[in-house]
C-alpha cells in the first residue's frame, strides 16, 4: 500500500556551504509540500528519526517522507524538487530514464564539492587555499591558475620520447 508524503524532512550537512546554500534556496521556494531541513548527524536527526542510519546520512543527500519513507541520492534530489511548486515537473522529468542521467550527474557534483570543501586545510587537497596538481600547475584563490613546472613525460606525444616541448 503507498502512503502519501505530506512533510519532507530534509537531512544536510550543516559544515558544507552549498548545503547550506540548497537548504536555503528550498525555503525560499513555494512549496507544495513542507520540507524541514535538518542538520544531518544532529542530536534533532537522531531524535526525529531513531530508526535511520545516521552516520550514512552525512555521506548520502537524504530526505525522509512523513509515512517512512527514505530517498537516497538522486531520488532525494528528485523528491525536494517534487515538493516544490515551480519544480514539479522538472522533478517529473528528472524521475525518467531519460532524466536519471542528470539527476545522478547533480548529486554527484554536489557530493564532490561536499568532500573537497571539507577537507581539511594543509591536507594537499583544495581546502581553499593553494592546491598544486601533478602536471605542474598550481591554484591560489588571490593569482589564480599558474603553471609552475615542467610538464611530465608521461603527457607528451609518445613519439617524442620526452625530448619534444610540452604542448599547450
Known amino acids: ?10 537531512l544536510y550537512d550543516a559544515d558544507c556551504p552549498l548545503c547550506r546554500h540548497i537548504r536555503d534556496w528550498l525555503a525560499r521556494q513555494r512549496q507544495l509540500v513542507p520540507l524541514d531541513p535538518v542538520p544531518a548527524g544532529s542530536p534533532e536527526a537522531r531524535r526525529r ?3 535511520l542510519d545516521h552516520g550514512r546520512t552525512l555521506e548520502e543527500i537524504t ?55 571539507r577537507r581539511p586545510h594543509g ?3 583544495w581546502g581553499g587555499q593553494a592546491y598544486r596538481t601533478d602536471d605542474g600547475w598550481s591554484y591560489a584563490p588571490g593569482t589564480g591558475w599558474t603553471f609552475t ?5 608521461s603527457s607528451l606525444p ?6 619534444c616541448p610540452a604542448p599547450d
Open 158 to 163: 609518445p613519439a617524442c620520447g620526452g625530448s
Open 123 to 125: 591536507s594537499g587537497d
Open 49 to 51: 528519526l531513531p530508526g
Open 149 to 153: 613546472g615542467q610538464t611530465p613525460p
Open 63 to 117: 530526505v525522509v517522507g512523513d509515512g517512512g519513507q527514505v530517498y537516497r541520492g538522486p531520488a532525494a534530489w528528485i523528491v525536494c524538487l517534487w515538493a516544490l511548486a515551480e519544480y514539479r515537473p522538472t522533478a517529473h522529468r528528472l524521475s525518467t530514464p531519460a532524466g536519471a542521467p542528470l539527476a545522478r550527474a547533480a548529486v554527484l557534483a554536489a557530493a564532490k564539492y561536499r568532500r573537497a570543501a
Open 1 to 10: 500500500m503507498r502512503v502519501p508524503v505530506r512533510r519532507l524532512t530534509v
